[in-house]
């Protein structure tokens, strides 16, 4: 009942998003669990990026891949190590 009471005049929308989000997570979790009792389940990566830690299924040929997106989490990672690699080099100049 105090859980009800939290939401004020907007209630009703408020409990359908609250619906929402629970029978999307259902969702989720329903397909995590179909996808760990398969041969696909070597292939779950979590993201190194910092920050980030999300989850993704490494669908590269190569079973290699490292980042949860290229374009995000892979791009500062290689514009960190760009930017290290450009101090360090002009360090030595």
Request: aromatic letters at 6%; glycine letters at 10%; hydrophobic letters at 40%.
């Given at each position: 009942?105090?859980?009800?009471?939290?939401?004020?005049?907007?209630?009703?929308?408020?409990?359908?998003?609250?619906?929402?989000?629970?029978?999307?997570?259902?969702?989720?979790?329903?397909?995590?669990?179909?996808?760990?009792?398969?041969?696909?389940?070597?292939?779950?990566?979590?993201?190194?990026?910092?920050?980030?830690?999300?989850r993704?299924?490494?669908?590269?040929?190569?079973?290699?891949?490292?980042?949860?997106?290229?374009?995000?989490?892979?791009?500062?990672?290689?514009?960190?190590?760009?930017?290290?690699?450009?101090?360090?080099?002009a360090?030595?100049?």
């Amino acid at each position: 009942m105090q859980f009800r009471q939290s939401f004020g005049d907007d209630q009703p929308h408020a409990q359908s998003l609250l619906i929402l989000h629970f029978a999307v997570e259902l969702h989720i979790r329903a397909d995590a669990a179909d996808l760990l009792g398969t041969g696909l389940r070597e292939r779950l990566r979590i993201c190194p990026g910092p920050g980030c830690a999300g989850r993704f299924l490494d669908d590269s040929p190569a079973g290699r891949r490292r980042w949860c997106s290229m374009a995000v989490c892979g791009n500062r990672n290689k514009a960190a190590a760009h930017r290290q690699a450009a101090h360090a080099a002009a360090g030595r100049a």
